[in-house]
């Protein structure tokens, strides 16, 4: 079987070949940006994606989607609670659907999974009675400002339960994970896991997935793997099944395990040369079992780069 190169080498022949044919109509800088930044798109707002819903996984218990992200809402007898309110963009949208699905009922919690500025803006439309977050959220936010974060009610520390109207939520908390203030809410009665920036459905992590101390990722996947739960709501993407979290936790696992040996086994490169090797000895491996997930193009180079440092560096 024929070996295929590193994808940054398919990938810049690719684009200088169309440079070389389109380059007496745009300039050189401008097309790669174009073709990069359609890509990009492509990826992050996949065409079924598109656009604002509510989807329901079991009685009572919904997502709400706006393009990539994808928020948790739970009915209960005391009104909604809504995890994770992203944007004024996106709160707004959640409002009007709220009011159109269930008029008069409040939201009686706005919970935030962690402090990541993506996931906590624009949540006073909701106007939630309470707002419940980890205790070092607010630390994170003095270094990042944003005026436009609904300030928590009451924090936690640690695993908690949350019971509204008889509706049990427990809050997982993963520590030194994806940041230091990462909650899965998990929901036993109705066998559901909303896994906010843990674990994605057939796909690739943006970026890379920033932000993460790899040995507690992994500890916080294996802790999510013990649940008892039939459907994953991921923060991003589609919807999927606890098959689906145990593939994502196998993939890291199986990429982790890839950098940290290769680095261990041919050290830090002192060439160009030594670089590839250790690129390849990974990529190849990984796009032999995974090509074909959502974003593997796109978002295999940051995820291996950033794997192969850590190994190296030790976070």
């Not at 936010?141 to 509204?164: Q, S």
């Not at 606890?242 to 060439?271: H, I, Q, Y």
Request: glycine residues 8%; charged residues 20%.
């Amino acid at each position: 079987m024929p070996r295929h190169r590193p994808l940054f080498v398919v990938a810049l022949v690719v684009v200088l070949a169309l440079v070389a044919t389109v380059a007496f109509v745009v300039d050189r800088p401008v097309l790669m940006h174009r073709m990069l930044a359609a890509r990009a798109g492509e990826y992050l707002v996949p065409a079924h994606l598109e656009g604002f819903a509510l989807d329901t996984h079991a009685p009572g218990v919904h997502s709400f989607r706006d393009g990539f992200d994808r928020g948790l809402l739970v009915e209960t007898t005391e009104g909604l609670v809504v995890v994770d309110p992203f944007s004024a963009k996106t709160a707004t949208r959640l409002k009007a659907a709220l009011d159109a699905r269930f008029p008069g009922r409040p939201v009686r919690a706005l919970v935030y999974s962690h402090a990541h500025l993506d996931h906590v803006r624009g949540g006073a439309v909701l106007a939630p009675r309470e707002v419940i977050a980890h205790e070092r959220c607010t630390l994170a936010w003095r270094d990042f400002p944003a005026d436009d974060i609904l300030a928590p009610t009451r924090t936690l520390a640690g695993d908690a339960t949350l019971t509204f109207g008889g509706v049990e939520l427990r809050l997982v908390f993963h520590g030194r994970s994806h940041g230091d203030t990462l909650y899965s809410i998990h929901l036993p009665a109705s066998r559901v896991v909303f896994a906010p920036d843990l674990a994605f459905v057939r796909a690739l992590p943006p970026g890379g997935m920033p932000d993460y101390f790899t040995p507690g990722f992994l500890a916080a996947l294996d802790r999510v793997e013990a649940l008892d739960f039939d459907v994953l709501i991921p923060s991003h993407f589609d919807v999927g099944t606890k098959a689906d979290f145990s593939a994502f936790r196998a993939f890291f696992r199986f990429v982790n395990t890839l950098a940290t040996d290769e680095v261990a086994r041919r050290g830090w490169p002192e060439s160009a040369a030594d670089g590839e090797a250790l690129f390849r000895a990974v990529y190849e491996p990984v796009r032999e079992r995974y090509r074909d997930w959502h974003g593997f193009d796109e978002m295999v180079m940051p995820l291996l780069i950033r794997q192969i440092t850590g190994a190296a560096l030790g976070y």
